[in-house]
């Protein structure tokens, strides 16, 4: 009964003028999560052949999308990356890899390469590498990794429908051993895959009640070549829409607009951020290019007025 009476609480808030539900999502963030903007970059650490099916992703090697290939960089390009990332104001650097699982080597560069970055930066690294035993993440920690990334993508009951080769259980698994090894976690998904609203409540409630640390909301860009390709933007209410709930569930949480809020806010993009997001990332993302640091330099800016106001 109080699960439901929850659910009927939070749905309800759909039913709000959009104007109020954007104020109702700023003030929470105001009170739990004060005014602080985080900025993120990112490298692609390891690019395409990955043998998983997330129909979403330009990656995947049952897709055509033209992507650059390559293996897992060397420890001295990533070192670089990293400290491109702090010059342009990133205070996290996320390392990506394509494909499910790191090998042993694998493992072994990144965490020479993590080393480096910690005794030569100050800038925090953030992992996107994939599913990760206890052992593999204690071995990353050692190394100097703060944060490990594991995205849920969607509800539990949505995620058949946009992966088959790797069970959502398998995310959750990673999720739980990072947290117990002592890293922060970073998780969120995406949105605009053909979910319902019921979807994208789901997954913030699980993601609350997984008590991660920061929630990436991506937007769905349909990449030529994906199986998602013909698949319609959704429209940039209803991503706002999303953000004031993720907000409002999520309370005190780093919420960070990624992937797509280029495309689908466009000129609305401040909008997003008096909808509750409080994360920003910077310089690019995966194997879509992102704005000039000039612009995104200037919506920091407005954003920052926003907030004052």
Request: proline share 1%; charged share 25%; with cysteine.
């Amino acid at each position: 009964m109080r699960t439901a009476a929850i659910n009927n609480s939070i749905n309800s808030l759909l039913e709000l003028p959009f104007e109020e539900l954007i104020s109702r999502a700023n003030r929470i963030r105001k009170d739990f999560a004060g005014d602080k903007l985080e900025l993120c970059s990112i490298l692609n650490a390891k690019s395409g052949l990955c043998r998983e099916d997330c129909k979403f992703c330009a990656q995947s090697a049952r897709h055509t999308a033209k992507i650059s290939i390559y293996p897992l960089k060397q420890k001295d390009e990533i070192l670089k990356a990293a400290a491109d990332a702090e010059k342009i104001g990133a205070e996290k650097f996320g390392i990506v890899t394509s494909g499910n699982r790191l090998t042993t080597k694998e493992i072994d560069t990144l965490s020479r390469a993590i080393s480096e970055i910690k005794n030569k930066t100050g800038i925090a690294v953030c992992g996107s590498l994939g599913a990760l035993d206890k052992q593999e993440l204690k071995t990353l920690k050692q190394a100097g990794l703060s944060c490990c990334h594991h995205n849920v993508e969607t509800s539990e009951r949505f995620y058949p429908r946009i992966v088959s080769t790797h069970s959502f259980q398998e995310r959750i698994d990673t999720i739980i051993a990072a947290k117990k090894v002592g890293l922060r976690v970073c998780s969120g998904g995406i949105i605009g895959m053909g979910e319902s609203w019921q979807d994208r409540i789901d997954m913030a409630c699980l993601l609350r009640d997984l008590e991660v640390d920061s929630v990436p909301i991506n937007i769905l860009v349909a990449i030529k070549g994906t199986s998602f390709e013909n698949l319609d933007m959704i429209s940039c209410i209803d991503a706002v829409k999303t953000i004031c709930l993720f907000r409002i569930i999520l309370k005190n949480k780093i919420i960070t607009i990624a992937a797509g809020r280029e495309t689908v806010l466009k000129d609305f993009q401040a909008l997003g951020f008096m909808a509750g997001a409080n994360g920003m990332l910077i310089g690019g993302y995966l194997t879509v290019q992102g704005r000039e640091l000039s612009e995104d330099y200037r919506l920091i800016g407005e954003i920052k007025k926003l907030w004052r106001e």
